[in-house]
């Protein structure tokens, strides 16, 4: 089991960058892929990138390609999604998931285990 906590949100201005990043418990971080995903306010929660567990492939939503950067750090028991030239379509809470098996296109929320409680990102034009 792995228990997942995000911060680094907050309020920016359009054209802006934030990092968000999401601490794991637990010594089995490292074996789990991981998610970002996002939800605004009355749409449904919605896949933004993913990563395999050694940082060696990773996925994005084709909306943020260019722009948002997944990564990890296994020793730091840590995930971070890198947001740059923010949008106010990307103003939406962000949440962190894992699941035990990378797989491309796994974009389904229901396919991961793990959530952390989500931190509020909000872009302003």
């Known amino acids: 089991q792995v228990q997942l906590v995000e911060s680094g949100g907050g309020l920016v201005q359009a054209g802006g960058s934030l990092r968000l990043s999401c601490a794991a418990s637990?010594?089995?971080?490292?074996?789990?892929?991981m998610g970002w995903f996002r939800q605004a306010p009355g749409k449904e929660r919605e896949f933004v990138a993913a990563?395999?567990?050694?940082?060696?492939?990773?996925d994005y939503v084709d909306s943020v390609k260019g722009r948002f950067t997944i990564s990890r750090d296994n020793a730091k028991n840590t995930l971070y999604l890198q947001m740059n030239s923010l949008k106010p379509e990307d103003t939406a809470v962000y949440y962190c998931a894992a699941k035990r098996l990378y797989r491309s296109g796994d974009y389904v929320p229901g396919l991961y285990d793990y959530w952390g409680q989500g931190t509020q990102v909000t872009v302003s034009s």
């Open positions: 990563i395999s567990s050694g940082g060696a492939n990773t």
């Open positions: 637990g010594r089995t971080f490292s074996s789990y892929a």
